[in-house]
């Protein structure tokens, strides 16, 4: 069965740099979340859409900006990036707010 | 007050034992329930969902759930090594929202 995909799975940028995760949802799913992952911390979720349109946000920081396309792949832009930045990011997709299954994350290292 | 509280653990039980997980959230118009399994530097696994009061089963798991006491719990049947994990209660607060809280997560040692 198909999954989330994720790309690229693993990131290294400086300070400062600008950083774009891509997500590619389960087909026939409407809804993708995108959470955040430090070292022995829980997921913290960041924003998700539905159906292409901004639909909640969490502690996603001013620096950080996302989108969802028509074909229902999403994007997660990170500019000025800090040190702090370096965690795991992970995206999920659900059909509705039904069962959210997640991709295989991207670790951003910022050095 | 996390909206969604567990307790980190470790919790450790004895291969075959049952291992108990508990979870409680603190919006109680919240709709939609999940246990998520995570094993170290991986994505969490879905391996419950549960929406309406009562119990639920699935092979080895079984979904508790008490909305009158705003608590979710997670039963894991003869538990095994493989299942040592940390295990992440999740929850949609309500219908019209599309943002899924976790839990700080348990952490679960099987002992052999």
């Known amino acids: 069965a198909a999954g989330v995909i994720q790309s690229p799975r693993h990131l290294i940028k400086e300070k400062r740099e600008t950083a774009t995760l891509k997500c590619y949802p389960i087909?026939?799913?409407?809804?993708v979340y995108w959470y955040q992952q430090g070292p022995g911390q829980d997921p913290q979720f960041l924003i998700s859409?539905?159906?292409?349109?901004?639909?909640d946000k969490g502690s996603i920081p001013d620096r950080f900006s996302a989108q969802q396309f028509s074909d229902y792949h999403s994007e997660l832009n990170m500019s000025s990036l800090e040190l702090g930045d370096s965690a795991l990011y992970f995206c999920a997709s659900s059909f509705t707010n039904t069962e959210a299954f997640f991709g295989q994350g991207t670790r951003l290292t910022v050095v | 007050q996390k909206e969604v509280e567990q307790n980190s653990g470790p919790l450790s039980v004895p291969e075959g034992a049952i291992a108990s997980l508990n979870c409680t959230y603190s919006d109680r118009g919240s709709q939609s329930f999940f246990w998520y399994r995570q094993y170290s530097g991986k994505s969490p696994e879905l391996i419950m969902s549960?929406?309406?009061?009562g119990d639920k089963e699935d092979g080895r798991f079984t979904a508790q759930l008490n909305k009158a006491s705003q608590y979710v719990s997670l039963l894991i049947r003869d538990s095994q090594p493989s299942d040592s994990a940390t295990y992440l209660c999740a929850v949609n607060q309500r219908d019209s929202s599309y943002k899924l809280i976790f839990g700080s997560g348990t952490r679960l040692l099987v002992r052999p």
């Open positions: 549960i929406y309406s009061n």
């Open positions: 087909p026939r799913h409407d809804t």
């Open positions: 859409f539905y159906e292409k349109m901004q639909s």
